[in-house]
């Protein structure tokens, strides 16, 4: 009869076995349910930010999205690996688990970035709201462009990456091909060249101010109404003829 201690130590011992070959079978499921609640609480949390408010700053989740997905791929070998393990117990995770280290110090490291960015944004956004860099001086003539101001400059839509010809054209209940030739015919001016004039005029209170100096030309950028830096750099040189970084330095002094 094997005494109770040597039992209790067998059980033991079969019972990490089993779960060392067979516990992932479960993990892999569950991990794979959580990445799925995940993707579909951000794609909610995305249509709550749709319409745009000056008191919530919008969060961009693509970089979250990317990874998530690259996480997801991770399963792949996971499978690969947990099957090969039940087999041969031989067989080393160490290449999963490298996978898996790389991407959460890289989740880590942007999510410490967009952290620090949206900070940024909130105290421009408040700035923004107690110094307004530009107003309506005089009521157009055209009832058109009088709501298109009204909208973009006093309830400072352009601030809003996402709006386009079509969405405020919707807003407006007209079409938007007469909206364009409104702005071109009034403004004398492309509709995407007035948004963008609007949103280098706001980001320029912000790099002249000494407050902001140390700010990223990247929460200057978005919070200004652009959608990235690349298209903030090439818009700003167009309309100001000087990229961020220079009219600031030109500003600085």
């Known amino acids: 009869m094997i005494p109770q201690t040597e039992f209790v130590k067998s059980a033991?011992?079969?019972?990490?076995?089993?779960?060392?070959?067979?516990?992932?079978?479960?993990?892999i499921p569950l991990f794979l349910f959580v990445l799925v609640v995940l993707l579909l609480n951000i794609k909610k949390f995305e249509q709550k930010q749709k319409?745009?408010?000056l008191e919530i700053?919008?969060?961009r989740l693509l970089w979250l999205k990317i990874l998530l997905f690259f996480l997801f791929i991770t399963t792949l070998p996971w499978?690969?690996?947990t099957i090969q393990y039940a087999i041969d117990f031989e067989i080393l995770f160490l290449p999963l688990f490298a996978m898996v280290s790389i991407i959460?110090?890289?989740?880590?490291?942007?999510?410490?970035?967009?952290?620090?960015?949206?900070?940024?944004?909130k105290k421009l956004r408040k700035f923004s709201k107690e110094n307004r860099s530009f107003s309506i001086v005089e009521k157009p003539k055209?009832?058109?462009?009088?709501?298109?101001?009204?909208?973009?400059?006093e309830e400072r839509w352009f601030q809003d990456s996402s709006i386009t010809l079509d969405s405020i054209a919707n807003e407006l209940n007209i079409s938007k091909g007469h909206l364009s030739r409104v702005v071109n015919t009034e403004l004398s001016i492309s509709f995407s060249d007035y948004i963008n004039t609007l949103r280098v005029e706001e980001a320029k209170s912000y790099l002249k101010n000494a407050e902001f100096s140390s700010y990223t030309l990247v929460a200057i950028?978005?919070?200004?109404?652009?959608n990235s830096k690349s298209t903030f750099n090439s818009a700003f040189k167009k309309i100001a003829g000087v990229t961020p970084s220079q009219f600031k330095r030109n500003h600085s002094n």
Not at 221 to 226: I, N, V
Request: aromatic share 16%.
């Open 51 to 53: 319409k745009f408010d």
């Open 221 to 226: 950028g978005l919070e200004a109404g652009f």
């Open 142 to 153: 055209n009832e058109h462009i009088a709501s298109l101001e009204k909208l973009l400059v």
């Open 104 to 121: 959460i110090y890289v989740l880590g490291y942007i999510g410490i970035y967009k952290i620090g960015v949206q900070e940024e944004r």
């Open 12 to 27: 033991m011992q079969g019972t990490e076995v089993f779960v060392d070959a067979y516990g992932d079978f479960i993990n």
């Open 79 to 81: 499978i690969y690996f």
């Open 57 to 59: 700053i919008k969060n």
